[in-house]
């Protein structure tokens, strides 16, 4: 294994400037032990040639199990244990959890210590699809909320304090309230608020900030889920702040969490096989943005701004911006242009080779982050220069089928009549989608990015529903969920 001894234990740092688990993963390759645990590549010795071509040696070296020293993540004393403490100390909360199996995970622990079969909990109806899952394991009834729309745009606003007030008044009897924010538009909710009406009557509020965890390095930007006061939140670091796909944080603060209940429903939805590769990553993000992370940040906000300013000079571009977004979050249209959301994306990868994040109908996500460069923000902005000249701007343009478009799926009311638990574990037959009215969902149909339902388990399919489906079948809209992706035919419960 290749090294540089000086980075690692030798030049342990103290507090923040500590990489412990990183440490004892170095420590223990370098003393080149016989090896005779899982997993079965030793050290890279017996990875294939083009798999190890790809990905490099060291990778390997680090992708061990619980050896000695290594700890053990789910009974987690030693070197995971001060590494999920700094992460804790370093975001502000009371204890965090290392999370392997991606913010899925998180939440569906969240619900589970939270919520016992047939308890009430108050959801915003844009959570993620893994929302879905939590509540058919905890067997939780859902109670929806709608977020707040935004006069002009075509996506979904953020939930108020006072929608969550009303929604409690009418059910007193929910045990916790669940948010995402930001959602994946980049769309915050005044946390802080919402966080007050929850305590006022003794309810956790749980926080989906699977696209937040770079907030609490910025200044002058929507305060993050824990500053406000949320007592669970699930945090992708991956996704902003420069972990490995699939690593996560789980953070609890306060006294109306049962810690030992947290620790156990962890133990139900995590691997016991955890990744000391997706673990170690975590462990050098924590440290990078304990370091620089406002300066990364502060990169990140200068290239984020100068791509919205640049966009807005385009004739036919429309920027979405608003106080309380994302400022890395980039969401534009080209719609008055005759383009739409997925037609862009397209456009701009087989143009440029430019891949962003999200499209639905109407709008683009591009996530700007400190790893981009201005060179990269001016080819975007090249290629939607001469995808706009091409099309040419109209103000007849036919509108846009907007079925896809967040805010569209969000104005349907969800009618529910059984819990997602007891649709899932019903019995399910296959029924051509245009007979399925006034029939029960027997399975979730999800567009994907960004994962938010159009149809719950165990709610009625309506006119308007149908409708919906019909349109994003006919958009062709990639779908989680369905048996039938195809969307020709949906389950019911029989």
């Known amino acids: 294994m290749t090294s540089d001894k000086t980075l690692f234990r030798e030049n342990a740092g103290t507090g923040q400037d500590a990489v412990p688990l990183l440490d004892a ?85 969240m619900l589970l210590a939270c919520l016992k079969p047939g308890e009430k909990i108050l959801l915003a109806r844009n959570v993620h699809k893994s929302v879905l899952m939590g509540l058919i394991l905890s067997g ?3 109670v929806w909320i709608q977020p707040e729309e935004i006069p002009g ?39 802080d608020e919402i966080a007050e009406v929850c305590h006022a009557r003794q309810i956790p509020l749980l926080v989906d900030e699977a696209h937040g965890s770079h907030l609490y390095f910025m200044d002058d930007v929507p305060v993050g889920a824990l500053k406000a006061g949320a007592d669970l939140v699930v945090q992708s670091v991956h996704k902003t702040g420069g972990s490995m796909t699939q690593s996560s944080l789980l953070h609890v603060q306060g006294d109306r969490i049962d810690r030992n209940r947290l620790r156990e429903s962890l133990a139900l939805v995590m691997s016991t096989s955890p990744s000391y590769v997706l673990m170690a990553s975590l462990d050098g993000a924590r440290h990078q943005l304990a370091m620089n992370g406002r300066e990364l940040m502060q990169d990140a906000g200068r290239l984020a701004a100068l791509c919205r300013k640049k966009l807005k000079e385009i004739p036919g571009i429309r920027v979405f911006e608003n106080a309380f977004c994302d400022p890395l979050r980039v969401v534009f249209s080209a719609v008055a242009c005759g383009i739409s959301g997925t037609h862009l994306q397209d456009l701009l990868f087989r143009k440029s080779r430019i891949s962003l994040e999200l499209s639905d109908s109407v709008y683009v996500t591009a996530v700007i982050t400190w790893g981009n460069t201005e060179e990269e923000i001016n080819r975007l902005i090249n290629t939607v220069r ?43 037959i296959p029924l051509l989608l245009e007979s399925c009215i006034g029939k029960t969902a027997a399975e979730g149909v999800i567009p994907y990015p960004p994962g938010v339902p159009v149809l719950y388990p165990g709610e009625r399919i309506t006119e308007e529903v149908l409708g919906q489906l019909l349109r994003l079948r006919e958009a062709h809209v990639p779908l989680h969920g369905p048996a039938d992706p195809s969307l020709r035919a949906l389950r019911i419960l029989s």
């Open 25 to 109: 993963l170095r420590e223990f390759a370098s003393a080149g032990p016989a090896y005779f645990r899982i997993p079965a590549h030793r050290f890279s010795r017996g990875v294939d040639e083009c798999l190890l071509h790809l990905l490099g040696e060291n990778v390997f070296c680090a992708d061990l199990t619980e050896a000695e020293g290594l700890d053990d993540l789910h009974a987690a004393s030693g070197v995971i244990a001060e590494a999920e403490k700094l992460a804790a100390q370093l975001w502000g909360s009371e204890e965090c959890h290392f999370l392997i199996n991606g913010s899925t995970c998180g939440n569906e622990a």
């Open 140 to 142: 939780a009834v859902p």
């Open 386 to 428: 001469e995808a706009a000249v091409e099309a040419g701007v109209s103000e007849n343009r036919k509108e846009f089928d907007a079925a896809a478009s967040a805010k569209e799926i969000l104005r349907i009311r969800p009618n529910v009549v059984c819990t997602p638990g007891r649709a899932w574990n019903g019995d399910k």
């Open 153 to 191: 745009e075509e996506l979904e606003g953020p939930v108020s304090a006072e929608t969550v007030r009303r929604a409690l008044c009418a059910e007193p009897e929910c045990r916790a309230v669940m948010l995402v924010s930001p959602t994946y538009y980049g769309v915050c909710s005044p946390l």
